[in-house]
């Protein structure tokens, strides 16, 4: 058994650690990630929107019987009155997000190759704005296109993003453009600088769209969205998401940010399926997506990676000292999901005890909440509230469902019965040292 176990811990810290690290600094990875993060405050002012349009109530259900059920009838009837003033900020953020994308992308990765290739991050922004802007949304009689502005035209952004950056660095890196003169100004050089990587760009991704058009009848975001289609509906599974977590949580064990590494791989598709699921339901149409980040935020890891926000609430009644102290530091950031306190502190990292529940608890949970919502016991997510809100608030405002704040509850009682027996299992070992420490003292 020991010896399993020694080879577990050598393919965990020769073979997983590297290959995670690797995939976590590879730079258009990171260029995806950092591009999608930046985005972040459109999707709470989208989300903003979405509540104040959405408010929790069915008028065919509810009676004004009560000063409580009056106000949700007089906050529907008000936004039912001001819908279209009341949904501009997300018409204006997450209705057109990809655009943002795309731009955030190109500007990432230009930042990166900007001390070895000289590329200007503004103007790789700029080029890859301006070009997704040409694909994915040419005006029509006068009028910009919406249509792939939204999640549909996500990855063709993050193409572009990427592809544009590539060829204006290797313009770049062989000399094809124009050098002004020493003493101008950097903004108007680099504005010259840009010149002809743009028009290589533009007229590059301009003849493709106009070939597919004529081909088979889709510009390019269409055909990239048929491509993917498969792979994001995969994508949205039980199964998918089970590996994530394992991975996820077998990193974090070995001390890797596994949250963080396992990211670039689910930020685009949770992005991807909130997009959707918002433009879905204001379009009253049944929304498609059940992953989505707020379902990982406030269920599979409430209380952060680990979902050890059950295991915090144990700790505070420890006969331990130590877990008692740990518990009494980590309570308040936990019920923000902020929970580095527990996982170093405990310790959790390489610890054969708590390792087995730091993997098993957030893949019951995930289960838990995949087929909640699959059942319809609580609605789609649809709305993107902030990482930090506390679980039992988080979950309810990203679904506008107050069952929600009900299976928060239920998973966090779930989570504690999985963990008792390893926390007094490992609560008898320090005991003994403790113990051991006070004889000796």
Known sequence: ????????????????MPAATKL???????????????????????????????????????????????LLLGWYNWAQANANVIITPYNMTMAIMSLFVAFAIGYSLGKHYEEKYGTNPLSSGVIAGVVFLLVAAPAEGGMIPTTYLDAKGLFTAMIVGLITVEITKNLLN????????????????????????????????????????????KNIPEAIMSALTPALKGADTIWFMLVIVIIAHLLW????????????????????NLMANAAARLAGEPMPYV????????????????????????????????????????????????????????????????????ILVPAVNAIIGYYAIKLGLIRRIFISAP???PAPIGLPLSTMDWRAFILVIFVLIVDMIIYYPFFKSYEKVLLEQEKGEKIAV
């Open 291 to 358: 992953w989505a980040e707020p379902l990982w935020a406030f269920m599979v890891v409430l209380g952060g990676s680990g979902a050890t926000l059950g295991l915090t609430l144990l700790m505070l009644r420890s006969k331990s000292s130590q877990l008692k102290t740990v518990a009494k530091v980590a309570i308040l950031p936990g019920l923000f999901n902020i929970n580095e306190p527990v996982l170093f502190g405990t310790p959790m990292i390489l610890n054969p005890v708590l390792g087995i529940p730091l």
């Open 24 to 70: 976590s600094e590879q730079r258009h990875l990171k260029a995806i990630r950092d591009g999608l993060m930046s985005t972040i405050p459109l999707t709470i002012i989208g989300g903003i929107s979405l509540i104040l349009a959405f408010p929790p109530v069915d008028p065919e259900l509810t009676k004004p019987t009560n000063i409580f059920n009056r």
């Open 253 to 272: 064990f070995v001390g890797v940010h596994g949250a963080a590494l396992v990211g670039t791989i689910t930020a685009p598709i949770f992005t991807s």
């Open 1 to 16: 058994m020991g010896n399993q176990k020694n080879k577990f811990m050598k393919f965990l810290e020769e073979k997983l």
């Open 174 to 217: 062989k000399g094809v453009t124009i050098k002004m003169p020493d003493g101008v100004p950097p903004a108007v050089s680099a504005s010259f600088t840009a010149l002809i990587p743009m028009i290589a760009n533009v007229l590059l991704f301009y003849v493709i769209n106009i070939i597919l058009i004529s081909a088979v009848g």
């Open 387 to 389: 990482w930090t809100t």
